[in-house]
């Protein structure tokens, strides 16, 4: 593969972070670990539910923006603070694939980054 092959989308953000929104190559995109901030790129109140819910919505203007669907996600990553919150979080994370369930990992970390209660990342085929 040359690097003619591999065509990077970045997702803006105010802060300048050190890595792809998204990047596509051939027809996947793959979805870098989106967290449950806002606009600002700070943590939505509520806990691991309100930030799965953020996180998926970040995942979804991601993928909507380069051409891709929550229908088409074929695998996810979610990464918690706590695995201990599991329960919350999958219920949450389930309300985005009401037709179908991807390819899905989850483990617990020891940390997130900026106090996160979880990070979740995925791959989706593209047109």
């Known amino acids: 593969m040359s690097n003619a ?23 996947v995109l793959y979805v870098s670990g989106q967290m449950g901030t806002d606009d600002s790129l700070k943590l939505v109140p509520g806990g691991v539910e309100a930030e799965t819910r953020q996180a998926m919505l970040n995942i979804r203007t991601i993928l909507e923006r380069h051409g891709s669907s929550m229908d088409r996600v074929v695998k996810c990553l979610v990464m918690m603070a706590d695995i201990n919150e599991w329960g919350k979080m999958n219920p949450v994370y389930l309300e985005s694939f009401p037709n179908h369930l991807p ?25």
Do not use: Q, W
């Open 5 to 27: 092959d591999v065509e990077y989308h970045p997702f803006p953000t105010k802060n300048g972070l050190p890595f792809s929104a998204a990047v596509r190559v051939g027809n």
């Open 103 to 127: 390819a899905r990992s989850a483990f617990g970390a020891s940390a997130l980054a900026m106090g996160g209660r979880v990070e979740i990342e995925c791959m989706a085929t593209v047109e």
